[in-house]
């Protein structure tokens, strides 16, 4: 063993198969700070830059963003694993292709009462223009919902809305839509909601929302399907989710021709 000087070049660790690990508990940590608060920042502020061309990373950019007043050494133990995560994916974007249909399809997901100090729920969704991804948000409610019924049914509404001003975005830039939008959810009750009105007597206090979602679906421009929570796309962006499941929901698919988030392999500059 001898001395070589300074620290030059470091191999760092292997990449990870996962930005988090599942079932972690960064919001009960109970940790020493870290000495340098405001390098953890600038590590989570670029990682928010890059979240804005991969929907792989919002759970975990939107996890960590909570804790840059007084990061904990856990919180920046898991914000290397996502570098170690994106060391393993270089040169992965978002590619909008001229083959595409321009359907508008969203998947909506919702993590009832999942925030453990404050049980909030943590909704999640993603737009894809025919296989492009082009719309994606993680984000906690802003009120404690009784049922997860309820708390689903908040979250369409709201998506709904969403999907509504894309449409007429995509008028504006002078393509029409004429077909009905697709609104993929894995709760049942939400989509009972939506389509039958006898349900609405049993839900007075979102009797707004309730007519909301039913006249878009009534007037045809909104069709709701039930997809199995096993190969909901949107359980990306609520929690985090094991090594197999999280690889095959960013794995190739068939339908899209690309990654099933619509993240590919760019060509490398020239």
């Given at each position: ?31 020493a700070g870290v000495r340098d608060p405001e390098r953890y920042r600038r590590l989570v502020g670029r990682l928010i830059y890059l979240a804005f061309t991969r929907p792989d990373l ?172 096993a190969v909901q796309f949107a359980d990306i962006f609520t929690k985090a989710l094991s090594k197999e499941k999280f690889l095959y929901f960013v794995r190739t ?18």
């Amino acid at each position: 063993m001898k001395d070589l000087g300074v620290l030059k070049y470091f191999l760092g660790p292997k990449p990870a198969a996962s930005p988090m690990e599942q079932n972690h508990t960064l919001s009960l940590a109970k940790g020493a700070g870290v000495r340098d608060p405001e390098r953890y920042r600038r590590l989570v502020g670029r990682l928010i830059y890059l979240a804005f061309t991969r929907p792989d990373l919002a759970y975990s950019v939107h996890i960590l963003a909570q804790f840059m007043l007084h990061p904990r050494q856990e919180d920046s133990d898991t914000a290397l694993r996502v570098v170690s995560y994106l060391k393993g994916r270089p040169g992965q974007g978002i590619l909008v292709t001229s083959a595409s249909d321009l359907s508008l399809i969203c998947w909506c997901d919702l993590d009832w009462a999942s925030c453990p100090l404050t049980r909030r729920s943590l909704t999640g969704r993603i737009v894809f223009l025919g296989g492009s991804p082009i719309s994606w948000k993680t984000k906690k409610q802003h009120n404690v919902s009784r049922s997860s019924a309820e708390a689903e049914y908040y979250y369409m509404a709201a998506v709904t809305s969403e999907l509504k001003w894309l449409k007429a975005l995509l008028l504006d830039f002078g393509i029409p839509h004429s077909r009905p939008m697709t609104l993929f959810c894995d709760s049942e009750t939400a989509l009972h909601i939506a389509q039958k009105p006898v349900f609405h007597e049993l839900t007075k206090h979102i009797e707004v929302d309730c007519h909301y979602v039913r006249d878009v679906i009534r007037d045809g421009l909104l069709t709701t399907v039930h997809v199995s929570t096993a190969v909901q796309f949107a359980d990306i962006f609520t929690k985090a989710l094991s090594k197999e499941k999280f690889l095959y929901f960013v794995r190739t698919s068939w339908v899209f021709h690309s990654h099933k988030l619509g993240i590919s392999f760019l060509p490398a500059p020239t």
